[in-house]
């Protein structure tokens, strides 16, 4: 059988000569490694979400690393995180040392509530991961309300919601911590790369030491000094740098950010309006207390859907439309086996959920016939 080429893709970049331009500029210069344009999209990038500093990496899995390390979590430590998330908000965990322990999250918007981090919390509890989950902001006030006080670091994985808003300011500017991913299915790419935003100005300058295997003078700052340099190593570090060459196409990306959350947010309408005639059917949506960039848009099928999750994928493929399973859980994932892990909200989003295609330029005939592909079998 000749496999079908999806004609509907389920996210396609925004990309053009500019970016093209941008990154054949860096190359010219002869600096292509962590330089001047990192920083130059550090600062951008953290002035765009309301915080004091920006420190590249080269994925939000390392942002997420660095920001376990700066919390302090090591052996023996607890760690709350959703199940219901990319395995990477887990896998950080452990390669910190610490220990996953998995929390539900809310039905309707598929966040940790402070209810749920509530509940797993031990006295061995060191920080949390919040996840933004498609954009959608989770309430963080509501848990550093319940975690502050206990000398607990809440750490936002904001790795899809560069754009959305919680409570009129940009979502991250209230984190001690945030991270952020530029991976392409996100709305704003640098191909491959991350950023870990803060408000500390000691605790930024540690990261970006971490970052560059623990050096105490970056090697952009020491090529560029008039003197001799003898860097120091204090403390073992990492090699978590992003390029000059993703710099210079993210400060193009970041340029383009609110026009592809204009159209995503339109287009996430219309999908809505459109699924409202599909009895039971649930679908993305703004919280009370903000407003999401829509870097997904899913729904959940009802109980009693004539065919399941998982079929209606294949049908979707076999119609040329490309779809995704909703969020994964990575306690169902053989990895994660051995923690203990009581989650039926999480259980029923992962096995009844789909991604469904939203990019840019997506005419209202494609989305017309998504919506058809996922009614026609209701």
Same mark, same amino acid.
């Given at each position: 059988?000749?496999?079908?080429?999806?004609?509907?893709?389920?996210?396609?970049?925004?990309?053009?000569?500019?970016?093209?331009?941008?990154?054949?500029?860096?190359? *010219?210069?002869?600096?292509?490694?962590?330089? !001047?344009?990192?920083?130059?999209?550090?600062?951008?990038?953290?002035?765009?979400?309301?915080?004091?500093?920006?420190?590249?990496?080269?994925?939000?899995?390392?942002?997420?690393?660095?920001?376990?390390?700066?919390?302090?979590?090591?052996?023996?430590?607890?760690?709350?995180?959703?199940?219901?998330?990319?395995?990477?908000?887990?896998?950080?965990?452990?390669?910190?040392?610490?220990?996953?322990?998995?929390?539900?999250?809310?039905?309707?918007?598929?966040?940790?509530?402070?209810?749920?981090?509530?509940?797993?919390?031990?006295?061995?509890?060191?920080?949390?991961?919040?996840?933004?989950?498609?954009?959608? !902001?989770?309430?963080?006030?509501?848990? *550093?309300?319940?975690?502050?006080?206990?000398?607990?670091?809440?750490?936002?994985?904001?790795?899809?919601?560069?754009?959305?808003?919680?409570?009129?300011?940009?979502?991250?500017?209230?984190?001690?911590?945030?991270?952020?991913?530029?991976?392409?299915?996100?709305?704003?790419?640098?191909?491959?790369?991350?950023?870990?935003?803060?408000?500390?100005?000691?605790?930024?300058?540690?990261?970006?030491?971490?970052?560059?295997?623990?050096?105490?003078?970056?090697?952009?700052?020491?090529?560029?000094?008039?003197?001799?340099?003898?860097?120091?190593?204090?403390?073992?570090?990492?090699?978590?740098?992003?390029?000059?060459?993703?710099?210079?196409?993210?400060?193009?990306?970041?340029?383009?950010?609110?026009?592809?959350?204009?159209?995503?947010?339109?287009?996430?309408?219309?999908?809505?309006?459109?699924?409202?005639?599909?009895?039971?059917?649930?679908?993305?949506?703004?919280? !009370?207390?903000?407003?999401?960039?829509?870097?997904?848009?899913?729904?959940?099928?009802?109980?009693?859907?004539?065919?399941?999750?998982?079929?209606?994928?294949?049908?979707?493929?076999?119609?040329?439309?490309?779809?995704?399973?909703?969020?994964?859980?990575?306690?169902?994932?053989?990895?994660?086996?051995?923690?203990?892990?009581?989650?039926?909200?999480?259980?029923?989003?992962?096995?009844?959920?789909?991604?469904? !295609?939203?990019?840019?330029?997506?005419?209202?005939?494609?989305?017309?016939?998504?919506?058809?592909?996922?009614?026609?079998?209701?």
């Amino acid at each position: 059988m000749i496999p079908v080429i999806p004609v509907i893709p389920v996210i396609r970049p925004v990309l053009g000569e500019e970016e093209a331009e941008a990154v054949a500029a860096v190359v *010219r210069s002869g600096w292509v490694a962590q330089g !001047p344009r990192v920083a130059e999209f550090e600062a951008a990038f953290a002035g765009r979400v309301g915080a004091a500093h920006g420190v590249a990496a080269s994925s939000c899995t390392t942002a997420l690393h660095l920001a376990l390390l700066l919390a302090g979590v090591g052996p023996g430590d607890e760690v709350v995180v959703p199940s219901l998330s990319f395995i990477a908000t887990a896998n950080v965990v452990r390669h910190a040392g610490g220990r996953v322990v998995f929390a539900d999250v809310d039905p309707v918007t598929a966040n940790m509530t402070a209810k749920d981090v509530e509940v797993a919390l031990t006295p061995r509890t060191r920080a949390v991961i919040l996840v933004d989950q498609g954009g959608i !902001p989770a309430d963080l006030d509501a848990v *550093r309300a319940l975690c502050d006080p206990r000398g607990i670091t809440v750490i936002e994985d904001a790795a899809c919601a560069a754009g959305s808003v919680y409570k009129d300011r940009p979502v991250g500017a209230g984190a001690e911590l945030a991270a952020w991913s530029f991976h392409p299915r996100k709305l704003l790419t640098t191909g491959e790369g991350g950023m870990l935003t803060l408000h500390d100005e000691a605790v930024a300058r540690r990261a970006r030491r971490l970052r560059e295997h623990g050096m105490s003078v970056s090697a952009a700052d020491r090529h560029g000094s008039a003197r001799v340099v003898i860097e120091e190593y204090d403390e073992t570090g990492f090699n978590y740098r992003m390029t000059d060459m993703q710099a210079a196409l993210g400060l193009v990306q970041l340029t383009r950010l609110d026009a592809v959350i204009a159209r995503r947010r339109e287009l996430a309408e219309r999908y809505r309006r459109l699924f409202a005639e599909v009895p039971g059917l649930a679908c993305a949506g703004d919280p !009370p207390h903000g407003l999401t960039n829509y870097q997904s848009f899913w729904i959940t099928l009802p109980d009693g859907f004539p065919v399941g999750r998982d079929a209606l994928l294949q049908l979707m493929l076999d119609a040329g439309i490309s779809a995704r399973r909703g969020i994964m859980a990575a306690h169902r994932e053989p990895a994660y086996a051995d923690v203990p892990a009581d989650l039926p909200v999480t259980d029923r989003f992962t096995t009844r959920s789909l991604v469904l !295609p939203l990019f840019h330029d997506m005419t209202h005939a494609q989305q017309d016939r998504v919506v058809e592909a996922v009614a026609g079998h209701a």
